[in-house]
């Protein structure tokens, strides 16, 4: 049956020989995945024989192969894509959060970080290219494969198929195990199929949450004018704020700023910007994170109560949760230069600086909260600030590898050097307002910065990390605050310690300012006296609620992180 065709690639003509080729080359990643992923043996050889089946058949369908070669290009952009990601975060598949952070992502930041992958990019370029010239040239050619070859490649087909499902029946054996979760590329096209159901939802989100209210009001008021400050971090890990211990000096102002307390001990709920700072805008948590497309923001929730509201953003307006969030506001201000545009350049969260003297000034606007989302530590890093803000050089990076590694963390280090900056530049006009004043601060999700063996880079893999869970979080109280509110200011002490996610975020928030409503509970507050610790969950890329330790896909490195600093052990 088999013949002799198989045991030399003298016997095979160009059109056989490209056939194979595409084979191969279309097996790429799952052959990769199988080195990075942690897949039981049975499910790897699933994972090679189920699709190298369907890959064979699919160039017998034609006499030759030109014309299926090139028809495979979806499948050879999944592919490219899939092998960037392995290069970049050393595992995992596409996940459903990388399909919406394509939606969500505007052309400059992808051209900043496609610019530091172009050893990946070189490589599938040179994997995928010669194939399709190899279908260009196949289809100019008259030859065809020969009776004898198609037939032994048919049943070399249907011998895979029944092999693979039998393996396939006995990694199922396992309860992590399922074709749409673990065969490339049945798991991609499940995600995308995932992307486009969240996507509808998110673009019907007017629609589902329109009715809805906070009934919220305010009791407890200050004689004077009360404003409030949330600033949302981007990408800032507490592992590299001196604040929190990091061994260089990165925030020298906040901390000599009198009534700031450091929350020590805060984990996001999910590295992702899209699915992180709904969080800590809204009342949902990863438990309950579907419930968001039916709820509105804090920001609703503090006109309720008779506060004027703004937003000011240096993120591009994405069409995602967020902007639907930012709307709610009576004012939102980008300070991205083009607004809306597919090529932005982003400026230096400073510049939200003159928004916010003006809005505090005036005080015809009465209670005032102002959200600001920054753009903080967002890669690449070296853009992030002002060249009189770079202590730490050189900071220059051109490409991500192991050997720039140190001019990757002075350029991160910098980054937060500059926020440090900022938001005391913040602290200070309230500070000098003379209201009752108070900021909170809170980082969406950390960052991966070549920390240990694995030399994971970035942020959203679809597993998380150490660096990227643990996460910048600060309250500043101004004196006028502490003396109308002693009791919160006290609570906020005695919880500095205490273990929180941002799903705390918007309890706190709206606690600082004495609000109340059926939504806010006191016990997930980190000025109440009334605090208990939460459950440490995760929001995963299917939106599924899992222990942050053993769920998550947290490794002997992670766990050894988190016993080092003190934190979850449990």
């Keep these: 049956m088999w013949g002799k065709g198989w045991t030399s690639l003298k016997n095979l003509n160009f059109q056989e020989r490209a056939a194979l080729l595409c084979v191969i080359i279309l097996l790429m990643p799952n052959i990769l995945l199988a080195f990075t992923e942690d897949y039981s043996a049975a499910a790897i050889a699933a994972s090679l024989l189920l699709p190298g089946a369907c890959y064979l058949l699919w160039t017998q369908i034609l006499r030759r192969p030109g014309a299926l070669i090139l028809g495979a290009l979806p499948l050879m952009i999944l592919g490219a894509f899939q092998i960037v990601l392995l290069y970049l975060f050393g595992g995992s598949i596409i996940a459903v959060d990388m399909f919406t952070n394509l939606f969500t992502t505007n052309a400059s930041e992808a051209g900043e970080l496609l610019g530091s992958l172009w050893p990946s990019i070189v490589f599938v370029c040179l994997l995928y290219i010669p194939l399709l010239v190899v279908g260009v040239i196949s289809l100019r050619r008259r030859t065809h494969y020969r009776p004898s070859f198609r037939r032994r490649c048919v049943y070399t087909a249907l011998g895979m198929l029944l092999v693979g499902t039998l393996f396939s029946w006995i ?245 937060v050097f500059y926020t440090d900056y900022v938001l005391d530049e913040i602290i200070s006009v309230l500070e000098q307002s003379n209201d009752c004043t108070a900021l909170f601060y809170i980082s969406d999700h950390g960052e991966d910065l070549m920390d240990d063996r694995r030399h994971r880079f970035l942020h959203a893999s679809p597993t998380p990390t150490y660096y990227q869970l643990h996460i910048a979080c600060f309250g500043w109280f101004s004196p006028t605050y502490r003396q109308t509110f002693p009791d919160k200011y006290t609570a906020a002490q005695d919880n500095k310690n205490q273990p929180a996610t941002t799903a705390a975020a918007f309890h706190t928030i709206t606690d600082i300012a004495s609000l109340e409503s059926p939504y806010i509970m006191p016990s997930r507050s980190l000025v109440s006296d009334r605090y208990q610790q939460g459950p440490h969950m995760y929001l995963n890329d299917h939106d599924k609620a899992v222990d942050v330790l053993t769920e998550s896909g947290l490794k002997e490195e992670d766990i050894k992180m988190f016993q080092q600093r003190k934190l979850i052990t449990d």
């Design 171 to 415: 990694a199922a054996q396992r309860p992590d195990y399922g074709i749409r979760y673990q065969v490339f590329p049945a798991n991609v096209i499940y995600n995308i199929k995932l992307t486009i159901d969240k996507w509808h939802r998110s673009l019907d989100y007017p629609n589902t949450s329109r009715d809805f209210t906070f009934h919220a009001h305010k009791e407890q008021k200050a004689p004077q004018r009360e404003i409030y400050v949330l600033v949302i971090g981007e990408a800032s890990r507490a592992e590299n704020w001196s604040l929190f211990g990091y061994d260089r000096q990165t925030t020298p102002r906040l901390e000599k700023r009198e009534g700031l307390i450091p929350f020590r001990n805060v984990l996001t709920q999910c590295n992702a910007t899209h699915k992180s700072v709904p969080i800590i805008l809204s009342p949902v948590s990863a438990e309950n994170f579907n419930d968001i497309y039916e709820e509105k923001s804090l920001i609703t929730a503090f006109k309720e109560a008779g506060f004027h509201t703004l937003f000011i953003s240096n993120q591009v307006p994405n069409r995602s949760l967020i902007d639907y969030f930012s709307e709610e506001a009576e004012h939102r201000i980008d300070i991205s230069p083009r607004e809306g545009a597919l090529i932005t350049d982003n400026r230096p969260d400073g510049e939200m600086l003159p928004y916010i003297r003006d809005k505090v000034a005036d005080t015809t606007l009465g209670n005032l909260l102002i959200v600001l989302h920054t753009y903080g530590s967002h890669y690449n890093y070296y853009y992030r600030y002002p060249r009189e803000f770079a202590p730490y050089q050189p900071d220059l990076v051109s490409s991500i590898n192991r050997r720039d590694r140190d001019k990757v963390i002075n350029a991160y280090d910098n980054s």
